[in-house]
């Protein structure tokens, strides 16, 4: 199983980004898919999740209104689209699978960096 996430980098306070995650290795139909953030100094925290079938989604309060999780079953990928940046949404951003039986995220990606200036 490999989970590959891309699609971080710099931008101003109130940009976009659109981060991608693409899950090979086995079928993720059962499966959530999340997306979870480590900024320095911090603990990793959960930013929002996406049932890969019927697309059920839920959020951290802080992201609710300004990032979007979506996935597109053809190609593999769920993404994180990412809108009116703040400088703490700073971190290392990891995608993640976990079974819908499951308690825990089995699989990690290796994480991209988003940074966003002021």
């Known amino acids: 199983v490999q989970l590959q996430a891309c699609g971080g980098g710099l931008v101003q306070a109130g940009g976009s980004l659109r981060l991608s995650c693409v899950a090979s290795?086995?079928?993720?139909?059962?499966?959530?898919m999340g997306w979870f953030r480590q900024a320095p100094g911090k603990e990793r925290e959960f930013v929002a999740r996406?049932?890969?079938?019927?697309?059920?989604?839920y959020y951290a309060d802080f992201v609710k209104g300004r990032f979007t999780i979506s996935r597109d079953n053809d190609k593999n990928t769920v993404y994180l689209q990412m809108s009116s940046l703040k400088p703490e949404d700073t971190a290392v951003y990891y995608c993640?699978?976990?079974?819908?039986?499951?308690?825990?995220?089995?699989?990690w990606g290796q994480g991209t960096q988003v940074t966003v200036s002021s």
């Open positions: 290795g086995r079928t993720f139909s059962n499966y959530y």
């Open positions: 996406i049932k890969w079938s019927g697309g059920i989604t």
């Open positions: 993640a699978a976990r079974h819908i039986a499951g308690t825990n995220y089995a699989y």
